[in-house]
C-alpha cells in the first residue's frame, strides 16, 4: 500500500472538499435556475452531491483516506486513526477548500465571488437533524471500513444522497461544507449566523458515533 506524505494528503483534502462544495453550490444554482419546483431542485442537488461523493472519494481515499470533513477527521481523531498532530492540517485544508469550491461555483455562473448567505437555517429541530445525520455518516463510513472497504465510496454517496430527505436541515453534515455555504446568497447558503450551532452538532453527532460503532463493531467472542 503506498503512502503518501502530509503535503499530497492535505492537497488531496482541498481538492476533494473544493469540488464537494463546487457540486453542491452549482447544482443548487443550476437546479434553482431551471425550475421554481423547490422539491424538484432539491432531489436535483441530491443527485448531484451523492454522485460527486462517489466520485471525489475513490479518487483521494486512497491518498488522504477522504474525509473531506473536519467532523470526520476528529471523529477518527477519536477512534485513533488520524494523529492529532496533523487533525488541525486536515480541517484547515478542508475549510479552505471549501471556501474556494464555493467562489468556483460563484465564477462559474457569473455571481459575485464571495457572498453572504440570508437563508436561516436554525432550531432546535435543525440542530438535531444535523447531529443525526453526522452521527449516521460517521457510522456509516466506520462500519462500511469494517466489513466492505471497497463499498466506502458508494456507501457515503447513498447515504447523504438519502439524509438529503429524512432530515430536517437537508444533511450538511461537515463543518467545512457549512462554512461555505455561510458565503453563497443562492439556493444551498446557510445565514453565518447560524453556522457554529450546525457545526457543534456535526462534531458532536460524528464524535457520538465513534464510540457507539468502537463498542458495536467489536465482536463480543471469536469463532
Request: glycine share 8%.
Amino acid at each position: 500500500m503506498s503512502v503518501y506524505d502530509l503535503s499530497r494528503r492535505l492537497v488531496a483534502e482541498a481538492l476533494g472538499t473544493g469540488l464537494l462544495v463546487c457540486t453542491v453550490v452549482g447544482s443548487g444554482i443550476m437546479a434553482d435556475r431551471l425550475t421554481d419546483d423547490v422539491a424538484l431542485a432539491l432531489l436535483a442537488n441530491m443527485v448531484a452531491t451523492g454522485a460527486i461523493l462517489v466520485v471525489i472519494i475513490t479518487m483521494f481515499g486512497a491518498i488522504s483516506g477522504a474525509h473531506f470533513n473536519p467532523a470526520v477527521s476528529i471523529g477518527f481523531l477519536a477512534n485513533r486513526s488520524l494523529p492529532a498532530k496533523e487533525t488541525a492540517p486536515y480541517i484547515i485544508a478542508q475549510i479552505a477548500g471549501g471556501v474556494a469550491g464555493a467562489i468556483t461555483a460563484h465564477l462559474m455562473f457569473e455571481l459575485p465571488a464571495i457572498q453572504i448567505a440570508v437563508t436561516q437555517r436554525t432550531g432546535p429541530a435543525q440542530w438535531f437533524a444535523e447531529f443525526v445525520a453526522a452521527f449516521g455518516l460517521m457510522a456509516a463510513i466506520l462500519a462500511s471500513i469494517r466489513f466492505e472497504p471497497k463499498s466506502v465510496a458508494w456507501v457515503v454517496g447513498l447515504y447523504i444522497s438519502a439524509a438529503y430527505w429524512f432530515t430536517a436541515s437537508t444533511s450538511f453534515a461537515n463543518p467545512a461544507v457549512t462554512i461555505a455555504r455561510a458565503l453563497t446568497d443562492t439556493f444551498s447558503g446557510i445565514r453565518p449566523v447560524d453556522v457554529p450551532a450546525f457545526v457543534v452538532a456535526q462534531i458532536l453527532g460524528a464524535t457520538c458515533a465513534v464510540f457507539v460503532m468502537r463498542w458495536l463493531l467489536q465482536p463480543s467472542s471469536e469463532r
